[in-house]
């Protein structure tokens, strides 16, 4: 089963932009991948990386290791003015293949 949860934060540093749900492997206008990512986190990260150049971004497997279920908070001007739902598809778009084989994206 595949399911989205959206949550909007709001932060001085971000007000103006869009965040989505929080996970440890975090970007904030920095490229590198954190040694310690699993090798799902690290393709979810590169991929979103190189689609929308985000300011803060940050990707969890959040089921314990097996890599079924994952967590995304991700900010970038490319959605600025874009309804939530636009966001949504357009970072499922990109994620099309990996969502293919997990069981749960939380966006």
Request: net charge positive.
């Amino acid at each position: 089963m595949f399911g989205i949860t959206r949550r909007i934060f709001s932060t001085g540093l971000q007000s103006q932009a869009r965040r989505f749900s929080a996970s440890p492997l975090s970007l904030n206008t920095s490229s590198t991948i954190p040694t310690d990512a699993t090798e799902g986190e690290r393709n979810i990260y590169q991929k979103l990386t190189e689609k929308f150049a985000p300011s803060h971004l940050q990707v969890q497997d959040v089921s314990g290791g097996c890599g079924t279920f994952y967590a995304i908070t991700i900010s970038s001007q490319v959605f600025e003015g874009l309804p939530i739902v636009k966001q949504h598809k357009l970072v499922t778009q990109t994620l099309k293949q990996e969502i293919e084989g997990i069981h749960g994206l939380q966006v």
